[in-house]
């Protein structure tokens, strides 16, 4: 079985600071992870994934993700917020088959001017 | 090229009555997904199809929950004598049947039981 744990549902920072959005996984497969974003109203976005190629993956927006299995997380971070990153992020794991795309239950991310 | 679209983006309906909620995936993508999100919540996975495989139907919450896939593309969820936790936002996802690729979500349909 796989799950998700998003360990804050509310991260707040100021403009121009950098993000630390956290995520921990369990999986009994090797896994592949993803983190997804949700604009108020929109759509859910990828912003980058992980699929046993460079643990260091980088995504669109200036956005990082850094895959350790030795602790099991998948971090996702950026250097300098903008205000155009408030949103919802969702930290997915999946198997190699696809077939069970589990969700994490979200991070709220809110940028201070 | 075309995403994946859903019909309607909104309904609203009255306790009991059915609706069907309509999603069209990427072409050629053999997966779909359907999903619901309640406000302020996480995706919560309702059914999944891949090819002409038997679905995986494990997350569907009651038998008033059902859906379809016409000809492994359109795919129609259905939700007989809707209740008013039903109001959700309702969301499909496609995805390539190759391992290690990422889902493609539409915009979903925003259903409200009154």
């Known amino acids: ?113 | 090229g075309a995403g994946v679209s859903q019909s309607p983006s909104n309904k609203v309906t009255e306790k009991g009555k059915d609706v069907e909620l309509r999603c069209d995936p990427i072409s050629g993508h053999t997966a779909l997904y359907w999903y619901r999100q309640s406000l302020g919540q996480g995706l919560e996975f309702l059914i999944y199809f891949q090819g002409n495989s038997a679905p995986d139907k494990s997350g569907l919450p009651s038998d008033r929950f059902s859906a379809e896939r016409t000809g492994g593309s359109v795919s129609t969820l259905t939700i007989q004598r809707t209740q008013q936790e039903d109001s959700a936002v309702y969301l499909c996802a496609s995805r390539d049947g190759h391992s290690y690729n990422e889902q493609f979500f539409g915009p979903g349909t925003r259903l409200t039981v009154l």
């Open chain 1, 1 to 113: 079985a796989q799950s998700v744990t998003q360990l804050d549902s509310h991260v707040s920072v100021s403009e121009g600071t950098p993000v630390l959005l956290r995520c921990n996984y369990s999986s009994s497969y090797s896994p592949s992870l993803f983190w997804y974003v949700q604009h108020p109203n929109k759509g859910l976005q990828l912003l980058l994934k992980y699929t046993s190629a460079a643990t260091l993956v980088k995504g669109i927006n200036g956005f990082e993700a850094e895959f350790k299995k030795s602790e099991t997380s998948f971090h996702l971070t950026k250097p300098s917020a903008h205000m155009s990153d408030a949103a919802e992020y969702f930290c997915v794991v999946t198997d190699n088959y696809g077939q069970n795309f589990v969700f994490g239950p979200g991070t709220r991310l809110s940028v201070l001017p």
